[in-house]
């Protein structure tokens, strides 16, 4: 089974989402020897522009256009990308909250490679995911516990983002996260580490894995 880690967080060491993640998948390499892993850290990946070339490529695929060579070229870097998903039978993304919402770079590598015919294709007119039978597991991040004039409902641009996405998936379950008390570490209920994406209508909840949560008592996502 193998896994794809997408690291949203640049804190590196200091990184609380990249702890949880880090030991998620270190307890899962235990009970799974020799699964491998392919970590696309946001950061340290060459994430190609979605403009120019690459948008026109889009817009000529969708209207059965031949592509130009830079058209090719640039749509072969965002297929590159889509590839890491589609060979994943695991999906972990850490991920931690920037103004309410994702880290830009996060949202660059969602939007290049949520496309048709590579994560998602038309199905009597609306879009459909192509990643079903995967499971993915959320690890979401936050500084501080939300309320009083940005209240969760409201607010949460994070985690109800990543719950919402249409496009890069089949099936939808809504993310967990570690939430921080009142000496900054994460809480948490062992079992269920994460989002699990269902494998179809009326799947049972299962745990991938039980694993402790580490020392997060740092401020950093």
Same mark, same amino acid.
């Given at each position: 089974?193998? !896994?794809?880690?997408?690291?949203?967080?640049? $804190?590196?060491?200091?990184?609380?989402? =990249?702890?949880?993640?880090?030991?998620f998948?270190?307890a899962?390499?235990?009970?799974? +020897?020799?699964?491998?892993? %392919?970590?696309?850290?946001?950061?340290?990946?060459?994430?190609?522009?979605f403009? @120019?070339?690459? =948008?026109?490529?889009?817009?000529?695929?969708?209207a059965?256009?031949?592509?130009?060579?830079?058209?090719r070229?640039?749509?072969?870097?965002?297929r590159?990308?889509?590839?890491?998903f589609?060979?994943?039978?695991?999906?972990?993304?850490?991920?931690?909250?920037w103004? &309410?919402? =994702?880290?830009?770079r /996060?949202?660059?590598? !969602?939007d290049?490679?949520s496309q048709?015919?590579? /994560?998602?294709a038309f199905?009597?007119g609306?879009?459909?995911? /192509?990643l079903g039978?995967?499971?993915l597991?959320? !690890?979401?991040?936050r500084?501080?516990?939300?309320?009083?004039? &940005? +209240?969760?409902?409201?607010?949460?641009?994070?985690?109800?983002y990543?719950a919402d =996405?249409?496009?890069?998936?089949?099936?939808?379950?809504?993310?967990?996260?570690?939430?921080? @008390?009142?000496?900054? $570490?994460?809480? @948490?209920r062992? @079992?269920r580490?994460? $989002?699990?994406?269902r494998?179809?209508?009326?799947?049972? $909840?299962?745990?991938? !894995?039980?694993?402790?949560?580490? %020392? /997060?008592?740092?401020?950093?996502?």
């Amino acid at each position: 089974m193998p !896994i794809l880690h997408v690291a949203a967080s640049p $804190r590196g060491g200091r990184s609380a989402s =990249l702890a949880v993640a880090s030991a998620f998948l270190d307890a899962y390499r235990a009970g799974h +020897p020799g699964v491998a892993v %392919d970590t696309l850290d946001v950061w340290a990946t060459d994430l190609p522009p979605f403009d @120019g070339p690459a =948008l026109e490529a889009k817009y000529a695929g969708l209207a059965g256009r031949p592509l130009t060579d830079a058209q090719r070229s640039a749509w072969g870097q965002v297929r590159s990308l889509a590839d890491r998903f589609r060979a994943a039978d695991l999906i972990v993304m850490s991920v931690p909250m920037w103004n &309410f919402g =994702l880290p830009y770079r /996060l949202k660059h590598l !969602i939007d290049a490679v949520s496309q048709k015919d590579l /994560l998602f294709a038309f199905d009597g007119g609306r879009p459909a995911g /192509l990643l079903g039978g995967r499971r993915l597991v959320v !690890i979401a991040a936050r500084g501080a516990p939300m309320g009083g004039d &940005f +209240p969760e409902a409201e607010a949460d641009h994070q985690v109800a983002y990543l719950a919402d =996405l249409g496009e890069a998936g089949r099936h939808r379950r809504r993310p967990r996260r570690p939430r921080r @008390g009142d000496a900054g $570490r994460a809480r @948490g209920r062992p @079992g269920r580490p994460g $989002r699990l994406a269902r494998r179809g209508r009326g799947a049972r $909840r299962r745990p991938l !894995i039980t694993l402790p949560l580490p %020392d /997060l008592s740092r401020p950093d996502l």
